[in-house]
Every structure is written in C-alpha cells, then in structure tokens.
C-alpha cells in the first residue's frame, strides 16, 4: 500500500494540522477520510502543505464556515502560529481540483447513514422506516464552465435565466432530517430520470413517500421488488379501475406498464388506492379530488385514516432543504448564488461538502436529543449549527479524556436548544416578488469589453 506523502506544515502537540476541526471527529474520523483516499487512488507522491487530506478537512470545513471564503476557511479551521503563512487563494483552488470529486463522495457513502432507532420519535410507521424523496435546484455561479456543465432555465420571451442551476435528488430520513443518499444532474435532467441512481440506498423495510412527479411502472417495479414499500400521491388523471373495495373507502386495482398491457391484463402490479378531498375551504387543495398510491393493502393493519397524514410526513425533506439552502448556506451580499465554487468540480464537491457538514450537524442533534431523552424535531437546526460553529474553536483535544469532556458539554448545550411544537397552519402557494421593472438581463450584457476612455473623457457639454 502507497504512503501518504506528510504535511509540512507546522502541527499541534497532537500532531493536527487544521487543530481547529477536532470537533468534527466526533462523526467523522481522520481514519475514514485517510481510506476513502486511498480508495480513490489520492496518494500524495511527496511532501507537501496542501495534501489531499488537509484538503479533505478544509472541504468539510467549508460546509460549516459557509459565511467564509475558501483562505478564511483555511484560517479558521487553524489555530495562530507565529511566523506561518496560509495558502494564497489559488494554492487552495488547485489543491481542491487536484482533489476532485471522488474522495468526498466516497467520504459521503461511507460516512453518512439512517440514524433512527425504533425509539426515535416520527422515524417509524408500523415497524417500517421513514424516508423520503424529492429534489431541489441549486443556483451556482455564473460561470461559462458552470452554464456548459449544468445548463439554466429560461424565461421565455425575457431570455435565460439568471444563474445556472444544478438539480439534486436526495433520500432523507424523516425522523432525523438525515440526508443519507443524493444524486445530480443538469438543469435539464428531470427528477425521474435521476431517481434510478438513488435505488441503490433502499433497504427493505423502508416505506418511501414520493410526491406525484416520481411514479412510474418501472420506478414502482424496482422499488417493491427489493423489499421496500411506497405511499405516493399521484395524477388524477391515471387510470385506476376497482378491482375489489375495501372496508376503510380504499380500493384495490393494477398499474400497467401501457394501456396496451392494461387492455390484455398482461404484466399488471396490484395496488391499494386511496382517494379523499378536503372540505375546508382554509385549506390548499380544498375541494380536489387527491389520489395516493400504496403497496399496503391491507387496509386494516395500514388503515387509510393513518396513510392520508402519513403521506405528508414527505414534507420533512422540504425542510431539509430549507435546513441548507436557507439557514446553513443562504445567499448573502457578495454570494447571489447558493454555492460559490465557479467550476463543475468545485461544484459538486462543494454539494457534499454541505451535506457531510448537514450530517454532522444533524448526528450531533441526535446524540443531544437521546441523551436528554427527548424528540430531535424539538430541537433547533439554526441553533445547533450555530452552537457548533460557536464551540468549535474552543474543543480541547489534548488528550481523548479531554475530548470526550468537551463533546459532552456540546451536546448538552444542544439538547437546551428546544423549539415549540409546530402550529396547525397551513401556507399559500405564492410568491411575494414575482416581477421587477428593470430589463431582464442577457447575453450582451455580460463580459462586457474594457473601456477605451475615462468617464470625464465621455463628458459633452451642452447648452
């Protein structure tokens, strides 16, 4: 096996170099990082300062420090040492290139898991775990690289979008907010064609809830045939004919993979479906017919009065993409853009680098909420995130005895942040801002060519 090649930077008495991120191997260890290296062929041939696996933490790091730039980054997740230099900007963006991808998602697959017991609160329905799928655009700079590689939306007649987006597809948790599985794609990629990639990370025993842009025969094919069971809202207008009415109002009946099939009963899945409206007029979607698709049919073990507000347990996911995209790394002045790595790479290693740091953060809720005994979705997100990056300077890692002292007050710190128990509200379906009144803008506006006179040289004056 290959040898590392070492840092020479200056280390700590315990012998870290970025001694400021002790913290974060309370969930990942130095270890699993050194061997998704060299699972990936990452082998440093000789001595250097930016290795890949200094590059590894700073990359963690730069999930948590969302706020910084990548040599703050740097500066932060390292104590003051008189007479050393950090890294120039550019040193740091062609180690992390020198990096690439792989090592931080092979650091995801390894890393990152479902965390819930049967104890956990929400993470459960009748012995079947929880998880749900969904995907989210994420706007990136407004790079050329970026626009070849992940393409932007339209507005019609208006021109391109703003920014590029990149999509992600993810797998979460529901009753820890854990992000165990994610995929990407291009603007242009539609969430159905990335959702085979995430089939992979079903085990059986899952219930997986999916919104109705999800269903298709084969999806459904695949996704029962491992063992796993699926509540999913669907089109009203699929055809559904009743095979055999239950006792709870559900009905059975067969999807088909075409009509063709449908018309010859040939290739046909059975199905429980469930129909019901809503008769209050506060409510969103009052009065339409909505359509949910099961694979449970017996309607008394799995009663359809627990499956309708089961199903929107899937609006878990959304909040944790609020979690992300609003609270861990928000746009901000000087940063339009939810991600600030202007190539493809840097993109998507930065994609993982939030959901590693998201783990980490959610991991620790988890340990605070279990030693304190009670329910993580009490507990603060914002908070918990802030309470870590506020503490993480101060982690004494000296000896383990000191460490362990250090997370144990961590998380007690956690388990105070606690938030009420959420209202019986609902939100309508709008938006505050939808147009402004200046030009939209458009290709020619952008890389503009350099001025050729000052602006007093471009001054005529006129009576």
């Known amino acids: 096996m290959k040898q590392q090649g070492r840092c020479v930077l200056p280390a700590d008495e315990t012998g870290r170099v970025l001694d400021r991120l002790t913290a974060l191997e309370k969930v990942i260890s130095p270890t699993v990082i050194r061997q998704a290296l060299l699972e990936t062929g990452r082998v440093n041939p000789r001595a250097c300062k930016l290795t890949h696996e200094v590059m590894m933490w700073v990359i963690l790091a730069m999930g948590i420090f969302t706020n910084l730039p990548i040599r703050q980054v740097f500066k932060q997740a390292r104590r003051l040492q008189a007479g050393a230099d950090s890294p120039c900007r550019s ?5 992390r290139q020198r990096l690439g991808v792989e090592p931080v998602r092979r650091l995801f697959e390894r890393v990152v898991r479902p965390l819930a017991t049967p ?5 459960f329905y009748r012995g079947l775990r929880l998880v749900a799928v969904d995907g989210t655009l994420i706007d990136v700079p407004d790079t050329a690289a970026n626009d070849a590689a992940f393409g932007r939306p339209t507005a019609g007649r208006r021109g391109a979008g703003a920014f590029p987006q990149i999509r992600k597809l993810s797998l979460v948790e529901v009753g820890t ?4 599985a994610l995929c990407t794609g291009s603007y242009r990629t539609g969430e159905k064609t990335l959702s085979p990639q995430l089939l992979p990370h079903l085990q059986p025993g899952m219930l997986l809830l999916c919104d109705r842009g999800f269903f298709s025969y084969n999806l459904w094919k695949s996704v029962v045939s491992q063992g796993v069971h699926v509540l999913a809202r669907l089109s009203k207008g699929m055809i559904l004919k009743p095979i055999k009415h239950l006792s ?3 009905y059975l009946a067969k999807i088909y993979a075409n009509a063709h099939d449908r018309k010859k009963d040939r290739g046909g899945i059975l199905v429980r479906v469930i129909k019901y409206t809503l008769d209050d007029p506060q409510r969103v979607g009052h009065q339409e017919e909505h359509v949910l698709l099961t694979d449970l049919l017996d309607e008394i073990e799995y009663p359809a009065r627990e499956l309708i507000p089961g199903y929107h347990w899937r609006w878990e996911h959304e909040l944790v993409f609020d979690e992300q995209k609003t609270h861990q790394d928000p746009p901000r002045a000087g940063k339009p853009t939810h991600l600030r790595s202007e190539t493809p790479t840097g993109v998507l290693q930065e994609i993982y680098a939030l959901s590693l740091a998201h783990f980490v953060i959610r991991s620790l809720m988890f340990q605070a909420a279990q030693r304190a005994g009670q329910d993580t979705a009490r507990l603060s997100f914002t908070g918990c995130f802030h309470i870590l990056r506020c503490r993480m300077p101060e982690c004494d890692c000296r000896t383990p005895r000191l460490f362990e002292a250090w997370c144990e007050k961590l998380l007690d710190e956690m388990s105070r942040e606690r938030i009420e128990p959420r209202r019986n509200r609902i939100n309508p379906r709008v938006i505050k801002r939808k147009m402004k009144n200046w030009l ?10 350099p001025l050729k006179q000052t602006f007093m040289e471009s ?3 006129t009576n």
């Open 91 to 95: 040193a740091l963006c062609i180690a």
């Open 119 to 123: 104890e956990t609160p929400g993470a």
């Open 177 to 180: 907010h854990v992000e165990f």
């Open 248 to 250: 709870d109002g559900s």
């Open 440 to 449: 939209k803008k458009r290709p020619e506006h952008r890389h503009l060519p």
């Open 459 to 461: 001054v005529v004056m």
